[in-house]
């Protein structure tokens, strides 16, 4: 009888510790996302990171996207709270606390996505990382979209025609163009920009070509102004639950961040890229009117002029956050202009 009770528990404690195996060798990292299936964040960026950190812990780490989990803004607490495990956002959506992500929005870059998000990330690791912005995260890829552009229900002839005009402003660095332009600052997560315009709630909204595929921008903002390098770019955030990464083995965290930061990073703005380069077939293909404005044309002098000393009020702006901003500016730029030359 004794012995017979000790290879039943033996038994049970060998099924249990099996079955612990099996769970941790199919730890599901849960990402909440605000876009369409369709957008190339979740058909492109998750997808590759996803099987990246799935060969990195040799198949015990696999993640998981869900849809519908709220505003855009609130990802990072959801995240901070354990709601998932993993997502990202635009730092626009939460003005005050991310400040110095707007070192990449500033207009004038002149650069693509992926070049952006490489300077964006290594500027961050050098000068910002002290400043806690991303307190509660861990922090997995800093990335841009591409140029921000005018994209409208109605063609315009200056960029004095946006005066007064409902436009939808996603944050960040975009806030302040509107400013300088007198628009009516429309705001709300991109999600709802279709139906806005729709809608005839807003005239017009500045994003990345792309949108004119993903957002279906092609049906409703049937004149685009395409300034060259664009008036801004946007700065996103990828980030994980502390929590999550700790219930990790040390050597899966190891792995998991392993293919992220900057090779991450990376992947994401080439992604954007990408999708901007199918959004400008498509709007032309729709037969949607893009002017696309030469670097001497009267607009992209206009904004030119317009953008004066956005850089510096930034610097001054970011005061408060301890930090070099200027030399983070300055060397942002060189990082960024010199990539892939």
Known sequence: MIRRNFLKTAAAVGLGLTLS?????ET??????????THPQNAVVWPTWGKWVEEATE?????????????????????????????????GYVPGRFKLTQVVEQPGLGVSAEAASIAHWRVNEKYFTKANEHDGLVLAALFT????????????????????????????????????LG????????????????QGVI?????????????????VARNVVALPGGMYLGSFSMFLSPDFMDSLSEKDRK??????????????????????????????????NLNEVAADGA?????????????????????????DAKAALTELRSIARSYGK
Do not use: C, N
């Open 203 to 219: 005239d017009g909204v500045f994003i990345p070509m792309g949108e004119q595929k993903t957002l279906r921008l092609k049906e």
């Open 299 to 323: 607009m992209a002098k206009e904004f030119k002029s317009l953008a004066k000393g956005m850089d510096d009020a930034w610097v001054s702006h970011v005061t408060d956050r301890g930090v």
């Open 21 to 25: 195996t099996s769970v941790m060798a």
């Open 183 to 198: 628009v009516t600052a429309v705001g709300a997560p991109a999600p709802k920009v279709y139906e806005m315009m729709q």
């Open 59 to 91: 198949g015990r780490v696999k993640i998981k996207i869900e849809y519908g989990m709220g505003h855009p803004k609130t990802m990072f607490e959801l995240v901070e709270d354990g709601v998932v495990d993993a997502s990202f956002s635009y730092h």
């Open 145 to 180: 979209h591409g140029p921000g552009q005018i994209h409208m229900a109605k063609p315009i002839d200056s960029l004095s025609d946006l005066k007064g005009k409902k436009i939808r402003i996603g944050g960040g660095v975009q806030g302040e163009i509107g400013k300088r």
């Open 255 to 288: 792995a998991v961040m392993s293919v992220s930061g900057e090779k991450l990073s990376a992947l994401a703005g080439r992604a954007w890229d990408a999708g901007d380069a199918e959004g400008y077939v498509a709007a032309k293909e729709a037969g949607v």
């Open 28 to 37: 599901v990292m849960r990402v909440a996302s605000w876009l369409p299936p």
